[in-house]
Structure formats: structure tokens, C-alpha cells
């Protein structure tokens, strides 16, 4: 079959006849030598989850009646600072504001906005509070049913190049990207991305993911608005947006890290297979993508290499947890590094997992059960073996969303 149209996969799709996989699905066909051929697949959808400190909202919501106050300077919502504008809405009792999902709260660090956006999307009460321009504090609650627009605004997403960390130092190095202060004698490794499942990672170099193109971000439709800050050629990323309102909280939240709450995010791309070179790029596997290894402090100085297949395959993507096995300490150590707080007073929330696997390597007792692997490394010529103690990435919400995708566009409601 010669190249393909767009038009041409949406009016197989719209006749049911189009071959649609996850990006999951086709990797394990491709790992057990059975991957369909060019003409046997039109789209495959690729999905990636992780930390993502671009992230933003900006929202707008009512917090007292018409004449109250004559317009915002300071807003915290549960006391995470919101920055009040660009809109003044001068007497109206109303305000807009742009929330950063890496902001704290003033009352504590490991608070942040993509903890609050979750509470929000759950349903729960926010807490606000006012600082107006002549003095006065205006104290409310709000719920998700009180924002009258919510967009999210993601400035650089969906990387398809990370560097894993270690710490080959004497010291511990608090750093936004290990869950808590990395230990010094590469006691550990903390890394990202989801590898042969992540977009761009399929996508080389963005023969169809481009500007205008419609996507999933955390459940809710959206679209690329371009490259991201930071994208270049060799390690690029995405701009995106879509509606906070109609997300699923699932898919996004917060993430403590060793500086304090961060934000995950999910995504989902369609590749539609329009040429033979789309086809070829989407080939790739986890054991040919590289991945750096550096000092946590240097972050760009590469200690050694190795690949995504040593940090995902044959590794568990959700712990088991031994209720039994729990000796509820006075000081849980599970609940004091669990980056996402999926367990608290002895009850694991699944729900709100990550799969960081942080409490298999933490719990004292060994009453959570997690096989996150190890890495063969060659750092200032010694050789040496380095548990993987911590994913921020998730490969499991990233394969929800991609199979979301999928279904959603076998069912025609999502249009290439």
C-alpha cells in the first residue's frame, strides 16, 4: 500500500475497518516477533505519565458577591499561592488566577498545587483566601462546581529525553527529582520516562505530532499548541492545553519530592500510520532508547549509560501490600516517602499509586512487595550494581490513557 491521508484512516475508522493498537500492544507483538506488517496497522496510540513541572492552570471562580472588594492582589487556595490575573474583574467578586503546579503551600512544602488539583477534581472543599487591593480578607470555600472556567496549560510535556540520577557523593542531595534526599555511594537510582511507550519517543522527527493536533490530557481532550520551553531537536517536548474541568483526577496529581509537592500529569497521542517511515520509527523498543546516567548534582554530566529495558522490563508497576506485615510504627516510613501519600493510617489507596516504589524499598518490615530492579554501571571506573529505588514516571496510567484513546476513537468519539 502506497502512503495514507488522514481522511483516508478516519473513513476506516468511521467503517470500523481501521487496525488500531496501544502502543503497548504493538511493542509486545513487536518483542514476540509477531508485529503487524505497514498495511495491517493505521493508528497507534502512545501514552506517557510523569512528573511534569511545566504545568498550570488557570482558573476563574466567584469568591464573594458584586462590590465586596475592588480586586484581588493575593490568592491562596489551601494555601497554595495563586498569582491573581491577568484580568482585574474590578468589583465583581470574582478572580482569575494562574496556579503553578510546582507551588507550595505556605503551611506546608510538600502541599502543592498538583495535590490541590487533584482535591479539586475529587470533589473536595477548597479553602480560599483573599488579599484584596484595599486591605481587606475575603475568606470562602469553593468545589469544582464553583469554577466557571478551568484550562490547563502544560509548557513543556510529554519529554521524550530523560537522565536517570545517582548520587556518587558522600553527602545526601535534595533534588526534585528523587522523592526524598538521595543517598551519597549510588546507593540509588531515581529516573523518568516511560520509553517505548512515550509519543515523541515513536514519533521521530514529528512527522504527525505537530501544532493543532488533538490529544488526551489527563482523560479530557486537548491539543498540541506547539513545542515546549526548553524543546530542541535532540530532546524535545510538547506545549499542550485542555480543560481542567472535564479531566479525570486519576490521571493527574502531586508528587513530593526531596524540594517539596510537584505535579503528574498523563498523556495520550495518536500516531496515525500515513507513510512507511512513521511505520518504521514506531519500531522501536525499550533496550535501543538510552538513558543516561548522572551525578544528581551535575545532572548533565553523564556517568555512564543504560536503557529503558533495564528500568521496566520484567519489574512490577504496582507494589503488594501485606497488611499483616504491618507493624504500625509510631513513624511509618512508607507514609513519610510515599510521593503521592497513597498510604496513610495503615490503608493502601491504590487508587492514588504511582507505582514510585518507594515503599518497597523504605518499609521496614517488608510488608510492601515490589520488584523495581537493579543497574549494572560503570561510575568513575568501578563497577557497580545500583538498586532502582524510585520511578517518576508511570507506565501503568500511561497505558490506561493510551487504551482510553484507543477505544475512545474505535467508538468515534475522538477524530483524527
Not at 40 to 59: E, P
Amino acid at each position: 500500500m502506497t502512503n495514507r491521508t488522514i481522511s483516508q484512516i478516519n473513513e476506516k475508522i468511521e467503517n470500523g475497518e481501521a487496525n488500531i493498537y496501544t502502543a503497548e500492544e504493538f511493542k509486545k507483538l513487536i518483542k514476540n516477533d509477531e508485529a503487524p506488517s505497514y498495511d495491517d496497522v493505521d493508528v497507534v496510540t502512545c501514552g506517557t505519565c510523569g512528573v511534569m513541572s511545566g504545568t498550570a492552570a488557570i482558573l476563574n471562580f466567584i469568591i464573594s458577591e458584586p462590590g465586596e472588594f475592588i480586586r484581588a492582589n493575593e490568592v491562596y487556595l489551601n494555601g497554595v499561592p495563586a498569582y491573581a490575573g491577568p484580568c482585574p474583574n474590578e468589583w465583581l467578586g470574582s478572580v482569575d488566577v494562574i496556579l503553578h503546579g510546582t507551588a507550595h503551600s505556605i503551611h506546608d512544602e510538600n502541599y502543592g498545587g498538583g495535590f490541590l488539583l487533584k482535591d479539586l477534581l475529587e470533589g473536595k472543599s477548597i479553602d480560599v483566601r483573599v488579599e484584596s487591593a484595599e486591605g481587606k480578607t475575603i475568606e470562602n470555600t469553593i468545589t469544582i462546581d464553583d469554577i466557571t472556567r478551568g484550562q490547563i496549560i502544560g509548557a513543556r510535556m510529554a519529554f521524550k529525553n530523560y537522565t536517570a540520577f545517582t548520587n556518587p557523593n558522600k553527602d545526601s542531595v535534595k533534588s526534585i527529582f528523587a522523592a526524598t534526599p538521595l543517598e551519597g555511594n549510588c546507593s540509588g537510582l531515581t529516573f523518568s520516562g516511560c520509553g517505548d511507550l512515550n509519543p515523541l519517543q515513536n514519533d521521530i522527527p514529528h512527522n504527525v505530532i505537530m501544532e493543532g493536533c488533538k490529544v488526551l490530557i489527563n482523560g479530557a481532550q486537548g491539543y498540541i499548541l506547539g513545542d515546549g520551553t526548553r524543546s530542541s531537536p535532540e530532546k524535545p517536548n510538547l506545549m499542550l492545553s485542555a480543560d481542567l474541568c472535564k479531566m479525570d483526577p486519576y490521571y493527574l496529581g502531586g508528587f513530593k519530592t526531596g524540594q517539596g509537592g510537584e505535579i503528574y500529569d498523563t498523556v495520550a497521542i495518536p500516531i496515525p500510520v500515513l507513510n512507511k517511515e512513521i511505520y518504521q520509527n514506531l519500531l522501536i523498543t525499550d533496550d535501543k532508547i538510552d538513558l543516561p546516567v548522572a551525578d544528581i548534582k551535575g545532572r548533565h554530566l553523564p556517568l555512564d549509560n543504560t536503557n529503558y529495558a533495564a528500568m521496566w522490563d520484567g519489574n512490577d508497576l504496582r507494589p503488594q501490600y501485606d497488611s499483616d506485615k504491618c507493624c504500625d510504627c509510631d513513624r511509618c516510613s512508607v507514609e513519610n516517602v510515599c510521593p503521592t501519600n497513597a498510604f496513610k493510617n495503615r490503608k493502601f489507596n491504590i487508587a492514588h499509586c504511582f507505582g514510585c516504589g518507594m515503599c518497597a524499598n523504605f518499609c521496614n518490615n517488608g510488608a510492601f512487595n515490589m520488584k523495581t530492579g537493579d543497574v549494572d554501571l560503570e561510575i568513575n571506573g568501578s563497577k557497580v550494581n545500583i538498586p532502582i529505588i524510585c520511578r517518576q514516571s508511570d507506565r501503568l496510567r500511561g497505558n490506561k490513557l493510551s487504551l482510553k484513546l484507543k477505544k475512545m476513537i474505535e467508538n468515534k468519539e475522538f477524530k483524527l
